[in-house]
T-cell receptor
Framework: AQSVSQHNHHVILSEAASLELGCNYS??????LFWYVQYPGQHLQLLLK??????LVKGIKGFEAEFIKSKFSFNLRKPSVQWSDTAEYFC???????????FGAGTRLTVKP | KAGVTQTPRYLIKTRGQQVTLSCSPI?????VSWYQQTPGQGLQFLFE???????NKGNFPGRFSGRQFSNSRSEMNVSTLELGDSALYLC???????????FGQGTRLTVV
């Protein structure tokens, strides 16, 4: 079964700093990749997804992620974070034609005003 | 379009009891997946149902079971509750393979 690793447990940034959250997965076949965000007290929301095509994916709220197949990575980026980006971020993967989504441990992002 | 609805939002149960959680997917979605979220283990896949059939199963004991009805609503049952079953149980629905999953608010289960 596939697994997902997120490199950072807790990241603390000041507003306007750039963000990069690492995500690596292990699976030999074709995969679908996701980043979800969980704001305090709210449900998981999709930030962006990759199924196929352009490996640079743009999502909501200025987030983007790049799929690098050779590195089994799908890192999340944002050029300038805001205080409202404070949340927990989850990388997730499903194998192609499957819905058994596997999540990373999550990265808690704290943005200081 | 209504989102994924989970009921109840909160539950407190005693060790040894059983519990049933409910999930109503987004209209038109036929796939429903269940996840357990705990501080120690994170988000773990329990199982997925599609058209009333279990298609995928995670690595949980047989005390965890589920079913899906013809209207795609799903229930999850946990029997002989243990303290370690205390968690946030999340339900997600999707239209088919290779589409995004939409999550509900979850049911917070506390076992005492």
């Amino acid at each position: 079964a596939q697994s997902v690793s997120q490199h950072n447990h807790h990241v603390i940034l000041s507003e306007a700093a750039s963000l990069e959250l690492g995500c690596n997965y292990s699976y030999g076949g074709t995969v679908n990749l996701f980043w979800y965000v969980q704001y305090p007290g709210q449900h998981l929301q999709l930030l962006l997804k990759y199924f196929s095509g352009d490996p640079l994916v743009k999502g909501i709220k200025g987030f983007e992620a790049e799929f690098i197949k050779s590195k089994f990575s799908f890192n999340l980026r944002k050029p300038s974070v805001q205080w409202s980006d404070t949340a927990e971020y989850f990388c997730a993967v499903t194998s192609y034609n499957n819905n058994d989504m596997r999540f990373g441990a999550g990265t808690r992002l704290t943005v200081k005003p | 379009k209504a989102g994924v609805t989970q009921t109840p939002r909160y539950l407190i149960k005693t060790r040894g009891q059983q519990v049933t959680l409910s999930c109503s997917p987004i209209s038109g979605h036929r796939s429903v997946s269940w996840y357990q979220q705990t501080p120690g283990q994170g988000l773990q896949f329990l199982f997925e149902y599609f058209s009333e059939t279990q298609r995928n199963k995670g690595n949980f004991p047989g005390r965890f079971s589920g079913r899906q009805f013809s209207n795609s609503r799903s229930e999850m049952n946990v029997s002989t509750l243990e303290l370690g079953d205390s968690a946030l149980y999340l339900c997600a629905s999707s239209a088919e393979f290779n589409t995004e999953a939409f999550f509900g608010q979850g049911t917070r289960l506390t076992v005492v």
